[in-house]
């Protein structure tokens, strides 16, 4: 009875951001629980190439997330002709880093865009056929920048406090349809976003030191929390951001 409750079979889950890095990784954890993944991103061909890497059915779904009338009819057209998306996981995402006092403003809209407005788009989006249904999972994507901040950030840090902010509006407004909707924030993961990080031996010595689990973390980490989120194990867990992040914002 209990490990049946983590079982994703019959469900279907759209990840936006999913050709690479934790995208990725969520989609292929998904698929074990028993999930049927529907994989998003703007570049097709970046898409198709995942795809191949997935056995079973999955479902390839193309369209600009900052777009609101792209991700209206994507979204729309997969409901009328595949079927319902029961689990959403919004996780496109970006990150400039430059000191606040140069950012450009153009690196700032686009964060805007790519990191909160995307959530809001596809999240009412695929909310308005779950609200239909009674039931559904949004999972939204945060970081451990939605607690913390770091020197040469300041906008990414302000996009991902939106997202739990957000992520709370979404489970005040739809919890009463049958809606679960929680945030999941990474720490710091190996990554095609943090490739200069990683890369960069004073920033990883640093982060050990200040990580109580003192390494990076493998995005394979995140998949547990993700499908917790995703199934039944998860029903009265609401408007919350779960932290996996090597116990970073628990310490100083």
Same mark, same amino acid.
């Given at each position: 009875?209990?490990?049946?409750?983590?079982?994703?079979?019959?469900?279907?889950?759209?990840?936006?951001?999913?050709?690479?890095?934790?995208?990725?990784?969520?989609?292929?954890?998904?698929? !074990?629980?028993?999930? &049927?993944?529907?994989?998003?991103?703007?570049?097709?061909?970046?898409?198709?190439?995942?795809?191949?890497?997935? &056995?079973?059915?999955?479902?390839?779904?193309?369209?600009?997330?900052?777009?609101?009338?792209?991700?209206?009819?994507?979204?729309?057209?997969?409901?009328?002709?595949?079927?319902?998306?029961?689990?959403?996981?919004?996780?496109?995402?970006?990150?400039?880093?430059? +000191?606040?006092?140069?950012?450009? !403003?153009?690196?700032?809209?686009?964060?805007?865009?790519?990191?909160?407005?995307?959530?809001?788009?596809?999240?009412?989006?695929?909310?308005?056929?779950?609200?239909?249904?009674?039931?559904?999972?949004?999972?939204?994507? !945060?970081?451990?920048?939605?607690?913390?901040?770091?020197?040469?950030?300041?906008?990414?840090?302000?996009?991902?406090?939106?997202? !739990?902010?957000?992520?709370?509006?979404?489970?005040?407004?739809?919890?009463?349809?049958?809606?679960?909707?929680?945030?999941?924030? +990474?720490?710091?993961?190996?990554?095609?976003?943090?490739?200069?990080?990683?890369?960069?031996?004073?920033?990883?010595?640093?982060? &050990?030191?200040?990580? +109580?689990?003192?390494?990076?973390?493998?995005?394979? &980490?995140?998949?547990?929390?993700?499908?917790?989120?995703?199934?039944?194990?998860?029903?009265?867990?609401?408007?919350?951001?779960?932290?996996?992040?090597?116990?970073?914002?628990?310490?100083?």
């Amino acid at each position: 009875m209990s490990l049946s409750l983590f079982d994703l079979n019959g469900r279907r889950a759209l990840i936006t951001g999913s050709s690479q890095g934790i995208g990725f990784a969520l989609a292929k954890g998904l698929q !074990a629980a028993g999930a &049927e993944i529907v994989l998003n991103g703007r570049d097709t061909a970046k898409l198709n190439a995942a795809q191949a890497q997935f &056995e079973g059915t999955t479902h390839v779904l193309p369209f600009d997330a900052t777009d609101h009338d792209a991700v209206r009819a994507a979204v729309d057209g997969f409901e009328a002709e595949t079927g319902a998306i029961d689990i959403l996981v919004n996780n496109a995402g970006m990150q400039h880093r430059t +000191p606040l006092e140069d950012f450009p !403003a153009d690196a700032f809209e686009r964060l805007m865009q790519t990191n909160i407005a995307s959530v809001f788009h596809v999240g009412q989006a695929c909310a308005r056929h779950m609200i239909k249904r009674g039931q559904g999972k949004i999972i939204n994507i !945060a970081s451990v920048q939605t607690a913390l901040a770091r020197p040469g950030i300041a906008p990414y840090t302000m996009t991902k406090g939106a997202v !739990a902010n957000l992520t709370k509006g979404m489970a005040t407004d739809w919890a009463k349809y049958g809606l679960q909707c929680n945030g999941l924030a +990474p720490g710091y993961f190996d990554t095609p976003l943090n490739a200069a990080l990683v890369a960069d031996p004073e920033f990883s010595a640093w982060l &050990e030191k200040r990580t +109580p689990a003192g390494r990076w973390g493998n995005v394979n &980490e995140l998949v547990g929390t993700c499908i917790f989120l995703a199934s039944a194990a998860s029903s009265f867990v609401n408007g919350t951001t779960v932290f996996v992040d090597g116990g970073i914002t628990a310490s100083l």
